[in-house]
Every structure is written in structure tokens, then in C-alpha cells.
Nanobody
């Protein structure tokens, strides 16, 4: 059984920064691609960023490219999302997820394990 717990969300002004963390327990996840998704009220869950099992490769949604950076520490079984230059449209619940399929997947249906999410609110 895998458990993912996100933290680090909060309220920030436009242009500000936040760093999200996702701690995994119950299974050593160093062999799997992990990702961050987000979901705003009334909208579908959307892919934000993904990282390979080793941490050497990453991929991003166009909307966050150049502003968000995903990283991981396999010794701590933790994935991070550094967010800078935040915009009001970044407001959402941010969730981390694990896929068993491999690298490069962007659909929520392709991810097996999910956390509960952490709220990020960006004020204008």
C-alpha cells in the first residue's frame, strides 16, 4: 500500500514562490516516474510536471515551463515542486501521483497512486 502526503501549499501573492513536497511511504518508489497534477474548482485534473525514476529527466506542461521545477530525493522517498512567478491561474489543489507505466505519461488515468492534495492560492 502506497501513501502519498503533500505539504507546502498556502496563500501567496502573484509573483511569489512556493515549494511543495510529496512524501511517500509504504513502498520504495525510486523505480517509478512521479508527477504533480493540479485541479481547480470546476475543472478537470491537469498534468503539471513529471520526473523520471532517477531524477535525471523531467517534463512539464507548457503553462508552467520555465516557472516550475520538479525534483526528487529518492533517499527520502520525496518529490518536490518549486514554483516561482506564480499567477492567479495557478490557483488549484496540487496532487502528487505515481505511475507504474514508465516515463512521459501525462494523463491522470495513467497514474496509479495519488495523494490527497495541498491547496495553492495565488492572489492578484
Amino acid at each position: 500500500q502506497v501513501q502519498l502526503v503533500e505539504s507546502g501549499g498556502g496563500l501567496v501573492q502573484a509573483g511569489g514562490s512556493l515549494r511543495l513536497s510529496c512524501a511517500a511511504s509504504g513502498r520504495y518508489l525510486s523505480g517509478y516516474t512521479m508527477a504533480w497534477f493540479r485541479q481547480a474548482p470546476g475543472k478537470e485534473r491537469e498534468f503539471v510536471a513529471g520526473i523520471s525514476s532517477s531524477g535525471d529527466s523531467s517534463f512539464y506542461a507548457d503553462s508552467v515551463k520555465g516557472r516550475f521545477t520538479i525534483s526528487r530525493d529518492n533517499a527520502k522517498n520525496t518529490v518536490y515542486l518549486q514554483m516561482v512567478s506564480l499567477k492567479p491561474e495557478d490557483t488549484a489543489i496540487y496532487l502528487c501521483a505515481v505511475t507504474l507505466l514508465g516515463y512521459g505519461y501525462r494523463r491522470a488515468s495513467e497514474y496509479r497512486y495519488w495523494g490527497q492534495g495541498t491547496q495553492v492560492t495565488v492572489s492578484s
